[in-house]
């Protein structure tokens, strides 16, 4: 996180350039977030949304956040249960720096395309049930799923954000003792 503010505060000068952050956020990371970021796209949890909206609020910045989902179901997954979703997002308009955009999920790592897809359906479906109850101020317009490996069964399902950053620059070399949540091979 440190890294890609200071990529921010150096690239500041660009116009039009914005930030995404992907993956699970610490909740002591909330302030690099909040200085920098347009979109965080890994929203899970209480902690995550109090901890960025006193952030946001010291910054004076609104931030868009897609609310992550885990359709995959593995432990090893961030995400709330599809089942959690509903009483989370009526929750989330009491935090009114955060935009909610819509839903992300990141899929199963499978070579079996009907398993992938079936994650991109599970979203899609959710957001399409969850669209009739979610509080007014709570978008739910965009899925955000696919990455670089799947983008395509992704789309087909519904997506209106892929994540594709490894198509484009290449895998990204990484210290073995360092975790990277973001990232996906």
């Not at 997954?77 to 009491?94: M, R, Y």
């Not at 599970?122 to 101020?137: G, H, N, V, Y």
């Amino acid at each position: 996180m440190q890294e890609a503010a200071r990529k921010a505060e150096n690239l500041a000068d660009i116009p039009n350039l914005k930030f995404s952050v992907i993956g699970h956020l610490q909740t002591n990371k909330a302030k690099y977030v909040a200085r920098f970021a347009h979109e965080f796209q890994a929203l899970d949890n209480l902690r995550q949304a109090t901890a960025l909206q006193r952030r946001l609020e010291l910054e004076d910045r609104t931030l868009d956040v897609f609310v992550q989902v885990n359709t995959s179901a593995e432990e090893s997954k961030f995400g709330l249960a599809p089942e959690d979703t509903a009483p989370f997002l009526t929750q989330l308009p009491a935090f009114d720096r955060l935009r909610v955009r819509g839903l992300m999920t990141l899929a199963i790592f499978s070579s079996d395309t009907e398993r992938v897809r079936a994650c991109f359906v599970r979203l899609r479906e959710l957001r399409e049930r969850l669209r009739q109850q979610a509080p007014d101020t709570v978008g739910l317009d965009e899925l955000s799923m696919g990455m670089s490996g799947d983008f395509e069964l992704a789309i087909a399902e519904g997506a209106s954000v892929v994540r594709v950053g490894q198509a484009i620059f290449g895998a990204r070399a990484l210290p073995d003792s360092h975790y990277w949540p973001g990232f996906a091979g």
